[in-house]
């Protein structure tokens, strides 16, 4: 790429008007940086991965306040921003695909003759349809009360309590004083009305004095710090209690303790390169780690969430409101999800699951950090 980029090839480029380039210059969402030989105003290699950005959420149908909010998220870099990008394009194609199906069964139904009622037209493409599959993650990500009651009774008398990595809200606990922080905007627009108040911030860098709170709790959030020692340290700094709820992926075994790794998605290992050990999360608290086992039945679609319904991992609702497929990449999922039919189909995962049907709960791998 050239070093700089006129206003005029930027625009021919990324096929946008120079008036727009000249708007999104002067509301500060993109300014250019760079100068050309002859003085005029150019675009670097970083301002073409702005504009990138914006020019991408643009046209998934954001407005201009929340884009500046999206590319301004500290603690969201340029790979962060295109697996986000990718999910929501994801989500919009999906979204399109419903939308063909409904128009194919009105054209079978009318070329038959057969009006179809009012209602079930709206529900195909009005509100319902979006609803459905608009919103994987608050449909299908929500407190588990039995995980909660072990995170709460964790917090022991903490009155004050921050919440890092808060995401919509899930495990807040409702009869505590509560802050969270949330660095996806995204994320804290999903938050629902009434929710404790959200600070935009990051774990490594929590904008608040030493001791500011009783307690300082992490839910299924570790996993997504670019620093997550780091992220704890602070944790500690900021509160007299840290309640963490995180994974071990250190044990001995542990590839083999759940059958969706073991069997069909070996890629799973490739996330967890580089992540800490329990024994160095819990240094880091100055705490200790207990096992939590997951219910068979568990209200949180988390990614070991259906170890007993293994039919559940099949629908892509279930699978977007978790982070793990949009890492592993299409590829790895498409395949994993195709041997999980083939096996479910044949009675093969039966066979090479026996007895799972009798266990209540399982020990997968979750771990409460308490300090």
Known sequence: MEAQLSVGRVAELAGVSVRTLHHYDEIGLVRPSSRTAAGHRAYSAGDVVRLREVLAYRRLGFGLREIADLVDDPATDAVAHLRRLRGLLLDQRDRAAAMVVA?????????MGISTPPEEQLQAFGARLYDAIGSAYP??????????????????DARTVLNVGAGTGSYEPPDRD?????????????????????VAAVAGRLPFEDQSFDAAMAVSTVHHWPDPVAGLREMRRVARRVVVLTYDADSTGWRQRFWLIRDYLPEFAELLVGWPSVADMT??????AEPVPIPWDCADGFFEAYWRRPEAYLDEHVRRAVSVWTRV?????????GSLHDDLTSGRWAERNPGLADLDAAELGLRLLVA
């Open 178 to 198: 509560v802050t969270a922080v949330e660095p996806s905007a995204v994320m804290r627009a999903q938050r629902p009305a009434g929710a404790a108040p959200c």
């Open 103 to 111: 128009i194919d069964k009105e054209l079978e139904a009318r070329a």
């Open 329 to 337: 990449g299409q590829h790895a999922e498409r395949r994993a999800v």
């Open 283 to 288: 240094r880091a608290i100055g705490g200790r």
């Open 139 to 156: 449909a299908t990500r929500r407190t588990e009360p039995r995980i909660a009651a072990r995170i709460w009774a964790a917090l022991g």
